[in-house]
């Protein structure tokens, strides 16, 4: 009988995978891919989205063609628990499922104090139904009214959401006084960039009149009252947010060895330490190497979990994940402009947008069922 392998969500890594068994099949086991939606959003087009700029079915793969072409079984299901000790998963509805060999790549919820109002950017299929409603409200409302919204978290999710949405919702509801703020207990925005990427962004957000809260530590929420350690209360009329992330409620209680905040601990080969038949990528996996969670490393991880996995099954020499030291991060104005780092160096302007564009649309033909590339290969990454 032969293994099965279960891949655990759609995310950037597994799309990598799926592309190497459609070019080249596995005989060593039976594939199941669980995913509770048969299209995957791509989360690097989203603020385009919020801006206007996209349409939804542009920023989204078709999981299930994509499946098909790979040989893979799909099972549209939502993962509730995993039994690692015992080597099975069980799903929304009641089913269980038995793995010889488990991939965990579905990414993360948002960090947000428990019984907090508004609207996640996460999960991303829920998004547009939440954003249509808002979008309708401020349609509806009178001339002269007053809306204070405000973004939680001041990453690059947290940066590039205000500059969209202070871009469409005027448009959409020119009679309302629209007023933006953006909080972050961080005591700068985008920590971790060069300072001179900090600076453009400060600059751009103060020329949206987007209002930057740093150092503020939400402790309460009553309604869309913000009120921090210190007593300051911001009240707000709509809340977004993007804080940090948050670990899928399934790893608890799963067996798994996860680190403090609930991810799953991996070696350099991207396995779980303490479950050699387990594997974990993109933002559910915690590396023994700092990494932040950001899509163009799951992106990065795929040819390599993809490699390990064949490998693993075959009993070939397994390679290891070595991030590279720069990488190339643009954040979208939403203005058909873009602000862009590499390394210590910050630059903006429209060309960085359509180099942007370029990028993000280019990710997606690339799992169009019409395309049938293989999986791009890491260089000078084997190890046995």
């Known amino acids: 009988m032969r293994p099965r392998l279960v891949l655990a969500g759609a995310g950037h890594a597994h799309l990598a995978v799926l592309r190497d068994l459609a070019a080249r099949p596995w005989p060593e086991a039976d594939v199941v891919l669980v995913s509770p939606h048969a299209r995957a959003a791509y989360s690097g087009m989203v603020p385009?989205?919020?801006?206007?700029?996209?349409?939804?079915?542009?920023?989204?793969?078709?999981?299930?063609?994509?499946?098909?072409?790979?040989?893979?079984?799909?099972?549209?299901a939502q993962l509730t628990r995993i039994h690692a000790d015992t080597r099975r998963i069980?799903?929304?509805?009641?089913?269980?499922?038995?793995?010889?060999?488990?991939?965990?790549?579905?990414?993360?919820?948002?960090?947000?104090?428990?019984?907090?109002?508004g609207l996640s950017l996460r999960p991303l299929q829920a998004l547009p139904a939440t954003w249509a409603i808002w979008r309708g409200e401020a349609a509806r409302l009178p001339r002269g009214t007053t809306r204070r919204v405000a973004v939680v978290g001041a990453g690059a999710a947290g940066i590039e959401v205000p500059l969209a949405i202070s871009r469409r919702l005027p448009r959409l509801a020119p009679q309302v006084n629209w007023q933006w703020h953006l909080v972050s207990r961080a005591p700068v925005a985008l920590p971790g960039w060069s300072a001179g990427a900090r600076r453009r962004v400060r600059d751009e957000l103060a020329r949206r009149g987007v209002i930057l809260h740093l150092g503020m530590t939400a402790s309460a929420l009553s309604g869309h009252i913000l009120q921090d350690a210190?007593?300051?209360?911001?009240?707000?009329?709509?809340?977004?947010?993007?804080?940090?992330?948050?670990?899928?409620?399934?790893?608890?209680?799963?067996?798994?060895?996860?680190?403090?905040?609930?991810?799953?601990?991996?070696?350099?080969?991207?396995?779980?330490?303490?479950?050699?038949?387990?594997w974990a990528v993109g933002d559910c996996a915690a590396f023994p190497f700092s990494l932040p969670k950001a899509g163009v490393h799951a992106v990065r991880q795929g040819p390599v979990l993809a490699h390990n996995l064949r490998a693993d099954?075959?009993?070939?020499?397994?390679?290891?994940?070595?991030?590279?030291?720069?990488?190339?991060?643009?954040?979208?104005?939403?203005?058909?402009?873009?602000?862009?780092?590499?390394?210590?160096?910050?630059?903006?302007?429209?060309?960085?947008?359509?180099?942007?564009?370029?990028?993000?649309?280019?990710?997606?033909?690339?799992h169009h069922c019409s395309e049938s590339a293989p999986v791009q290969r890491p260089r000078g990454d084997r190890h046995a």
């Not at 385009?48 to 549209?76: C, F, K, M, N, P």
């Open 48 to 76: 385009g989205w919020l801006a206007g700029q996209y349409r939804w079915d542009e920023l989204t793969i078709d999981i299930a063609a994509l499946a098909a072409r790979a040989g893979v079984e799909l099972i549209l």
């Open 90 to 117: 069980e799903l929304q509805g009641g089913r269980g499922l038995d793995y010889d060999r488990l991939s965990l790549n579905q990414g993360s919820g948002i960090r947000r104090p428990p019984g907090t109002e």
């Open 230 to 278: 210190r007593g300051l209360a911001l009240p707000m009329d709509r809340l977004l947010w993007c804080s940090g992330a948050a670990a899928p409620p399934e790893l608890a209680g799963s067996g798994l060895a996860l680190d403090e905040r609930g991810f799953v601990r991996v070696d350099a080969h991207l396995r779980s330490v303490s479950h050699a038949e387990v």
């Open 313 to 366: 099954l075959a009993g070939g020499a397994l390679r290891r994940y070595r991030p590279r030291r720069r990488t190339l991060a643009l954040l979208n104005t939403g203005d058909g402009r873009a602000i862009g780092q590499w390394g210590p160096f910050g630059a903006g302007g429209a060309w960085l947008w359509r180099w942007k564009d370029a990028i993000d649309r280019r990710f997606i033909r690339r």
